[in-house]
């Protein structure tokens, strides 16, 4: 059976088959559940892999001159996951205290469109720290959109 199956796929057909032989016994079709004693294959864990200082100096050279910008930037010096990092609001920033609040992610919906969310867990709301760069990109970017918006007579914040 487990022949070409990753070990993710084992787990999750063994789970589909444990809970429909538990219901079998509810039911009374059955006595017992044969698939209790059946050991799953272990979850390997991936190794996290992170950029180089070399690598992320590359990066953000990359991006300098681009709108995504201080978004890279966040992500390279925050570890703030993507869903978070597109979360962001101007509201979140605390300037004087020079911290981010993340409280909410942007999720993606497989029928198609995004909207916010809390983040998954209690710890996934949370206050980062930012350094005096970071800080300082945001606030150039901000004052770029600024002169954007009020060029073409939209709405700010």
């Known amino acids: 059976m487990g022949e070409g199956k990753s070990a993710r796929t084992i787990r999750v057909i063994h789970s ?10 509810e039911w009374g079709q059955i006595g017992r559940n044969p698939i209790k004693g059946v050991k799953q294959p272990k ?12 690598q992320v100096k590359i990066l953000l050279a990359e991006v300098d001159e681009t709108r995504y910008h201080a978004l890279y930037y966040l992500a390279v010096t925050t570890g703030m996951r993507q869903g978070e990092l597109l979360g962001l609001k101007w509201t979140d920033i605390d300037w004087e205290h020079m911290t981010i609040q993340v ?13 916010f969310t809390k983040p998954k867990s209690k710890s996934g709301i949370r206050t980062i720290i930012l350094g005096k760069q970071a800080v300082d990109i945001l606030q150039f970017y901000r004052e770029s959109l600024w002169k954007i918006q ?8």
């Not at 589909?16 to 016994?25: F, K, M, S």
Request: charged letters at 35%; proline letters at 0%; zero cysteines.
């Open 16 to 25: 589909v088959l444990r809970r429909a032989l538990n219901q079998a016994i």
């Open 43 to 54: 979850q390997k864990k991936k190794e996290i892999k992170y950029y180089t200082e070399e």
């Open 103 to 115: 409280r909410r992610q942007v999720i993606y919906h497989h029928g198609g469109g995004y909207s």
């Open 150 to 157: 009020t060029r073409k007579g939209a709405d700010w914040d």
